[in-house]
């Protein structure tokens, strides 16, 4: 059997050759994402409230698909007409940072928004919650402009000595210091404690860091809520559809109306609904998942929606929310 095998090889090694030479070029990563399309995805799949209502409808996560490109993937998205490019630079705040780093603030931003859409589901369903943790990390330094040894996925421990409840207070301290003066900041890096030095510059009369940092909040609720998403899903722009869901379960209401409703949308400390990327995919996801209603952030994202819907024929109701609220008082006066 050996001797065949190797017989084998002796006569077609060129070809062998060929195929793992193929192999290793169409595999060749490129600093590009392609993006190949939308769909929705039912979010009792990924949250559940204890002894929560059900409904007779479904709130949809609206989400894209998107690839981290190879040298294949890059071709083909010159062949396929859906498919599109996309710089992984735009994702970078630094030519610094790698793609981990990108990766690390997208999912951060994914545990940032559902803390704050459960703060808001149980803060508006007057149900009992608790803050038990209040992370912060650094998700972007500017070293070629702002040297710092500071890096991306430090949780900040404190400054001087100092704890602060919220990032303004962190920017209060730091305004209060003379520009090249050098802080001593705590981190947890790796699970370890080192305390590192970094020096305050000035930026338009405001003095930095050179960093841009996020909080990270956790909370303790009753009824308790879990909250589960794919290690493939990251990023903020599910926050309202999330916050959504758990108030539908925390309520009797049941504000789907027994319609499918899609949507996407950040959901902010205040309450507010941000704008997000990838409205045009999103929304074509929905009318193929058959969704009955579409919920976008105002401003551009709606204008775009509004056009797109308009351009393509498609055949969904488009509601336009500002904020957590509004989208509930929009939604208990469907019919």
Known sequence: MFNKIKTAIQEDYKFILFLILLFIIFNFPMNYYITIGGGISDAKERIEVEDGNNSKGSFNISYVTQLDANLLAYGLSYIIPTWEREDANLYKYDNNESLDDIQFRADLDLKSANGTA???????AKKEIEETSKKLYVIATFKEKYPTELQIQDEIISIDGNKYSTIEEYKEYINTKNIDEELEIKVRRKKKEKTIKTKVYEVENRKIIGVTLQYVKEYKTSPPVTINFKKSESGPSGGLITTLEIYNQLTKKDI???????GTGTIEEDGTIGEIGGIEHKILGAVSAHADIFLTPGNDNYKDAKKYIKEKKLKIKL???DTIEDAIKKLEELK
């Open 256 to 262: 789907t109306r027994g319609k499918i409703i899609a």
């Open 118 to 124: 459960t703060y808001w589901a149980y803060t508006l």
């Open 319 to 321: 509601i336009k929310v």
